[in-house]
């Protein structure tokens, strides 16, 4: 109700709200049979949510045109962009230098420290978990 208010309200009513043959329309088609994750769908929108992911989704359309089918990029170059990307990389690397590069693309791992947890009640602590001694 309050969507269909504001599209009125900002002269968008005839443009957007509804999969209707004039309006702009974005729509994401969900399906991968070959996926163990999307069956059984018990709870469709759950599912969606929770299980699905971006290798399940067979179709996009934006304002109307598709950008994607059956899992692939429709009208996309992608060794274009692969090489646009790859010169985007080489220029931060050569910008950066190697050791800026180097600790940006490897960063240190910080030490961890073990605390004391003053809500365990019992003995167990689990197996390789390591526990400070807290009475040394």
Known sequence: ???????RRHGLADNIGSLTPGKKADLVLLKNDRSPAMYPILHPYGHVVYQATRADVHTVLVNGTVVKYAHE????????????VAATVDYART??????????????IPTTEVISNPYTYSEYRGEGVAVQNEGA
């Open 73 to 84: 990029l429709v009208g996309v170059d992608l060794e274009r962009a692969r090489t646009a």
């Open 95 to 108: 910008t950066m230098g190697e050791d800026a590069w180097r600790e940006a693309v490897e960063p240190q």
């Open 1 to 7: 109700m309050g969507h269909d208010r504001r599209r």
